[in-house]
């Protein structure tokens, strides 16, 4: 039983297994760092002599996505992670505001699961500092080794709450040609005619 006040509901859904963690209502987290596909309903109620236990909440989508579509038709099999560094977004939800710190970077690293023949996509999730903004987005492609692959920076990303910002494009560098060109000098053979 509540006594008679206003008080505040928060309900989170969000897809994957990673554990929420609320801080504090302006300071909401997931594990590993990661931002999942994240749906959040902020409702305050007045519990008084009329109030109804029966409640319809609307969650709306909170994140912005980016995907990385690949045209590559060399991706090495080496290929055993993705870091991404977003700058300019965060991981870190604030529920009253639906957004993160202005100042806020984070990294996540997403391993590939995945024969890399068969990569198309790359996914990833982030909460913005306003309803849209621009962001700069850093991704390597990590082998086995723990080696940098091959290295992007995409810059001025526009990126906007319940919206999908794709690029598509070969993410690996294409291998130089390499060999040998030779003169074959000497001819097959020789005609010899008299007249």
């Not at 999942?36 to 909440?57: D, G, H």
């Not at 989508?61 to 080496?78: G, M």
């Not at 987005?137 to 290295?151: F, K, L, M, P």
């Not at 999908?164 to 060109?181: A, D, L, M, Q």
Request: hydrophobic share 35%; glycine share 6%; net charge negative.
């Amino acid at each position: 039983t509540l006594q008679y006040g206003k008080y505040p509901i928060l309900a989170l859904g969000w897809n994957g297994s990673q554990q929420c963690n609320v801080h504090r209502l302006d300071s909401i987290t997931f594990s590993e760092g990661w931002v999942p596909n994240t749906f959040l309903c902020r409702q305050n109620i007045i519990v008084n002599e009329a109030y109804s236990n029966t409640r319809t909440l609307s969650l709306k989508r909170c994140i912005a996505r980016f995907i990385l579509n690949f045209k590559d038709t060399n991706i090495p099999q080496e290929l055993s992670e993705f870091t991404i560094n977003i700058s300019g977004a965060g991981n870190t939800l604030n529920s009253e505001t639906r957004y993160c710190a202005q100042q806020e970077d984070f990294s996540r690293t997403i391993p590939v699961d995945i024969d890399p023949a068969n990569l198309k996509k790359l996914t990833t999730y982030c909460f913005l500092p306003q309803d849209s903004t621009s962001v700069s987005v850093n991704i390597a492609a990590i082998g086995t080794q723990g080696e940098t692959i091959a290295e992007r920076t995409f810059t001025e990303v526009p990126m906007k709450i319940n919206y999908t910002t794709s690029y598509t494009g070969n993410f690996f560098p294409i291998s130089e040609f390499s060999g040998s060109v030779t003169f074959e000098i000497d001819f097959d053979g020789e005609y010899n005619y008299n007249f």
